[in-house]
């Protein structure tokens, strides 16, 4: 049984970075698929941060590129987001995910229970 | 790039079928059958229901089915239960090579 646990601070100062690591259980990340971070924003609905190939290749949304590291380490069966530069808009629960790849839309079929991040200012 | 467009509620008795529907553009719906449907309901981590517009992952009832017609996805919901009441977000690929969520509907069994 697959399941992923995310964890990291629950606090973090406006203008610095957050840090979030997803620990993997049940399947070696590096074997397949990609994996994602997902957020929910209080009142607003989920937005897609960018997803790791299985073999370390990123993609990421394009609104919030410039901001945004994933990355894989295999030896851990884990994967990390970084986001610099939080401002209060990044305020959400962030989720991280199996992400099914290209050839199934890129659909997020196993999910972690989510961590609530807060910027504070 | 702006999110796919849904109605903000939907709601129906038991037993009744409700459908909501997922609008984009040419550069996200339009082009891809690639788009998945989830439901969250509050407090618990979003369960992907349906993935590449029609396909149901196992254990998913087929109460639930996709599809698609231009830029326009839906989600049609059978024989609704109790246990349907919860939020549902359409995502859709573009051509940014991005994924793009829909602002999420939120289902009320009535």
């Known amino acids: 049984q697959v399941q992923l646990q995310e964890s990291g601070p629950k606090l973090v100062k406006a203008s610095e970075t957050l840090s979030l690591t997803c620990i993997v259980s049940g399947y070696s990340i590096g074997t397949g698929y990609s994996w994602g971070w997902v957020r929910h924003i209080p009142g607003k609905g989920l937005e897609w941060i960018g997803s790791?190939?299985?073999?370390?290749?990123?993609y990421y949304n394009p609104s919030l590129k410039s901001r945004v590291t994933i990355s894989m380490a295999t030896s851990r069966n884990q994967f990390s987001l970084t986001l610099s530069s939080v401002t209060a808009a990044d305020t959400a629960v962030y989720h991280c995910a199996r992400d099914m790849g290209y050839a199934y839309g890129h659909a997020f079929d196993i999910w972690g229970q989510g961590t609530m991040v807060t910027v504070s200012s | 790039q702006s999110a796919l467009t849904q109605p903000p509620s939907v709601s129906g008795s038991p037993g009744q079928s409700v459908t909501i529907s997922c609008t984009g553009t040419?550069?996200?719906?339009?082009?891809?059958?690639?788009v998945s449907w989830y439901q969250q309901p509050p407090g618990t981590a979003p369960k992907l229901m349906i993935y590449?517009?029609?396909n149901r992952p196992s254990g998913v009832p087929d109460r639930f089915s996709g599809s698609k017609s231009g830029n326009t996805a839906s989600l049609t919901i059978s024989g609704l239960q109790a246990e349907d009441e919860a939020d549902y977000y359409c995502?859709?690929?573009?051509?940014?090579?991005?994924?793009?969520f829909g602002g999420g509907t939120k289902l009320t069994v009535l």
């Open positions: 040419s550069s996200d719906v339009g082009t891809y059958n690639r």
């Open positions: 590449e517009v029609s």
């Open positions: 790791v190939f299985h073999s370390g290749t990123t």
């Open positions: 995502t859709s690929y573009t051509t940014s090579s991005a994924l793009l």
